[in-house]
């Protein structure tokens, strides 16, 4: 269906009286603009992980000293349909930490996604524009290992992942407010209790199903038997002696 099309089955019916192709498109638009468009989306059980971290931090003290050492990033994965979230926590947002948390997330999980959708984070992608995307490269490689596909949502449509940020909202209302009196000296001790925490959320039983979020399970691809190891590599000079008398 084009605007020529409407345009001519409105001249059709009010004849000569009506508005000219041009005004009809520009009457067109300016009531497309204040229309509340929307589109369910639609996914497989087991199809998409959806990944962001949280705006919120919970500081991490000395125990020593009782004072701050760092802030923790919470880490939130939400599966589609269901809802089902998986969360840990880290010290920062790097590579290493970025693939930690994908890690303990299939393992929570019990499987692996097809897909998994994040942000444009630096550990995640290096470009995306319409014609390209980058994926940073530990990242790719570890996607590899695990035989699923990263789909980075589009820059500025929080749309694309909007399961995400309700996920990361549910968290930070659910959980770490109920954490914010608390004092944490150390990730293993938050990560017990962040756990503990959203498996109650995750029982909860979805209105109107009669099953709780974790009902998606046997649809995931089962976990490799050797998990990912972080890895760093750096390519050195060394001497031709070195070789020789390691030939020898």
């Known amino acids: 269906m084009t605007l020529e099309l409407l345009w001519q089955e409105y001249r059709e019916e009010f004849g000569f009286n009506g508005y000219s192709y041009s005004w009809f498109v520009k009457l067109f638009n300016q009531w497309c603009k204040v229309q509340k468009k929307s589109m369910k989306q639609f996914y497989n059980a087991g199809e998409f992980l959806f990944v962001d971290f949280c705006g919120q931090t919970i500081p991490i003290y000395d125990a020593k000293t009782n004072m701050e050492k760092f802030k923790a990033q919470i880490f939130v994965g939400v599966m589609c349909n269901y809802s089902y979230n998986v969360i840990h926590a880290v010290p920062d947002q790097k590579i290493k930490s970025w693939i930690e948390c994908h890690i303990e997330a299939f393992k929570q999980l019990g499987g692996v ?81 962040l756990y503990i925490h959203n498996q109650k959320i995750n029982e909860n039983k979805l209105r109107p199903f009669l099953w709780g979020r974790h009902s998606y399970f046997y649809t995931l691809t089962r976990l490799h038997y050797h998990h990912y190891q972080n890895c760093h590599l750096r390519y050195v000079n060394i001497s031709i002696m070195y070789v020789l008398m390691n030939l020898v």
């Open 113 to 193: 996604p097809q897909y998994i959708m994040p942000d444009n984070l630096k550990a995640a992608v290096i470009k995306h524009t319409r014609s390209e995307i980058i994926i940073q490269k530990d990242f790719n490689e570890f996607a590899e290992h695990y035989n699923f596909i990263v789909y980075p949502a589009r820059s500025r449509e929080p749309q694309d992942k909007a399961l995400a940020e309700k996920g990361v909202q549910i968290i930070q209302t659910q959980i770490l407010a109920r954490l914010r009196n608390q004092r944490f000296y150390s990730l293993t001790e938050l990560n017990k209790e």
